[in-house]
């Protein structure tokens, strides 16, 4: 006991590309197909079958370098990783070991104890495996190779971080980067992004780096934190007995919230790792890296920033509008075209997001454009329609994108605004309820909530409440 430990940690993501076709032939790739559906000889590992580099994907690896920091390397090549296991159908995968793509990146993160800077080691590309299932009752195992030839970028970070809410910081300004440039939708539990955590234990203040584990199958945040949690505590405690940590390669379990050793850690010189023949090497031209630099997205970090000066509305929507780079823009556009930012932003943040959940797509799957929301916007600040109409409205439009101030002409839904037709309604209603009317007269005011509604009513629900309820009192006052 009394002993002090400190948490050493380094990461390894893999991030899979949304470019249209494979890294290394033109096999397409989309998810939730029938198994060995999108494969050709290339991707199979076929004997003579020979791979081509697929630009896009080169373009994806660049702008993700870029954006976190790289520099780019413009010489470069494809290593072959020597291994063999049935989702790998040529015995070794295409990576690069010796000329990364991308090197000496960082990222700033925010943490509650300030700004700290993680370096990233490299970047480098490679193609991905295919799916082993296996399927207990026959006992036996299926391989599905539509993920096989599926580009991937793999960003090896320094040991740099030191806890989870660090670890947890980087993932999401990684993550942010990348969906903003497009180049993957990074999503953890479906596998789009999949992160190794490195973790390691030395006493505090030692100089030497502790030995590490590495722990797979992470797929969530959630799932992140406790399993670093856990894996601290497990290195902690074989530390304070005096036993040595295995460098091992460890499976967190997160249901059981342990990790299991799955097995000891390659070294480099196990691959066998040598420049594939196949492939020529990769140069890069300065005006390549120039064209990718000048398409480059504002990022959320800065977008932020700008929006808190540029317009008048709570942090926390500012937060939740740029957490996807479409929603932003979508919001920006919106607001300038209406003049009414927090009405764009309620939009944005309320009726849309719910329905985006609900019906689980995309921001960029909108089908309904700026200019309509604007307008609709304006049919309300105008008092053209009502709010609840304007609800009607919106949700027509979602669906299918309509030009809201035509909408509301053709169906008739123009508030009514003719000051004898409202008075004729509560005359109607206050002749219709002598009980009630009494009811009020009497001191119970939460009548008036009855008498809107009924009016709203008799006005087939285009009224406006507001002045609704102001002709209802003066009428009142008046008694039966
Ligand atoms: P390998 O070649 O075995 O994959 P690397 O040196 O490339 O090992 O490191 C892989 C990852 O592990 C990197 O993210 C690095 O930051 C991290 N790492 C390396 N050593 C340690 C350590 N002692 N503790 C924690 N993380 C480490
Ligand atoms: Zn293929
Ligand atoms: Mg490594």
């Not at 480098?124 to 299926?142: P, R």
């Not at 799957?365 to 609800?391: C, F, M, Q, R, T």
């Not at 005359?427 to 009924?454: T, Y």
């Amino acid at each position: 006991m009394g002993k002090k430990y400190e948490t050493v940690i380094g990461l390894e993501v893999h991030v899979e590309l949304s470019t249209k076709t494979k890294i290394f032939c033109s096999c397409p790739i989309s998810f939730g197909e029938e198994p060995n559906s999108n494969i050709c000889p290339v991707c199979t590992g076929m004997p003579g079958s020979l791979p081509v580099l697929n630009k896009k994907a080169v373009e994806y690896a660049i702008a993700v370098g870029l954006g976190t920091g790289c520099s780019i390397t413009q010489y470069s090549q494809f290593d072959r990783k020597n291994y063999f296991y049935p989702d790998n159908p040529q015995n070794y995968q295409i990576t690069q070991l010796y000329m990364p793509i991308c090197t000496k990146g960082a990222l700033e993160i925010e943490t509650k104890s300030g700004v700290k800077n993680i370096s990233i080691r490299e970047i480098h590309l490679e193609e991905d495996a295919g799916k082993l299932f296996h399927d207990q009752e026959t006992s036996s195992s299926f391989v599905d190779y539509n993920r096989s030839g599926i580009p991937l970028i793999e960003i090896v970070t320094e040991p740099d971080m030191e806890n989870e809410e660090e670890v947890i910081a980087f993932i999401k300004k990684l993550k942010s980067i990348i969906q903003y440039l497009g180049a993957s939708d990074c999503k953890l539990q479906e596998g789009s992004m999949r992160v190794d955590v490195n973790l390691s234990v030395r006493e505090a203040g030692a100089k030497a780096l502790g030995v590490r584990t590495e722990m797979k199958n992470l797929n969530s945040l959630k799932a992140i934190t406790r399993a670093i949690e856990g894996e601290r505590k497990r290195q902690e405690k074989i530390l304070r007995d005096g036993g040595e940590i295995i460098q091992k390669t460890r499976r967190w379990d997160d249901e059981k919230g342990l990790s299991f050793a799955m097995r000891g850690k390659e070294d480099v010189k196990d691959y066998r790792y040598f420049p594939d023949p196949d492939l020529i090497p990769l140069r890069i031209s300065n005006q390549w890296i120039e064209e990718i630099k000048a398409s480059q997205p504002e990022f959320r970090t800065k977008k932020i920033a700008r929006f808190k000066k540029e317009y008048d509305i709570p942090d926390y929507d500012i937060e939740l509008l740029t957490e996807s780079n479409y929603m932003a823009e979508f919001f920006e556009k919106t607001a300038n075209l209406c003049g009414n930012p927090k009405k764009a932003a309620n939009w944005l943040m309320v009726e849309t997001m719910r329905l985006l959940k609900e019906k689980g797509i995309e921001p960029k799957e909108l089908k309904y454009s700026p200019e309509n929301l604007a307008k609709l916007i304006g049919l309300v600040d105008k008092k053209v329609i009502n709010g609840d109409k304007a609800k009607e409205v919106f949700h027509h439009m979602f669906e299918q994108n309509m030009d809201p101030e035509k909408y509301v002409e053709e169906n008739g839904l123009r508030a009514v605004r003719d000051e004898r037709i409202l008075k004729k309604a509560v005359e109607e209603v206050i002749a219709g309820n002598p009980k009630s009317v009494e009811d009020f007269l009497r001191g119970k005011e939460k009548v008036m909530g009855f008498f809107v509604g009924q009016t709203m009513k008799a006005l087939k629900g285009r009224g406006d409440p507001e002045i609704i309820t102001q002709l209802l009192k003066e009428r009142l006052k008046e008694g039966l």
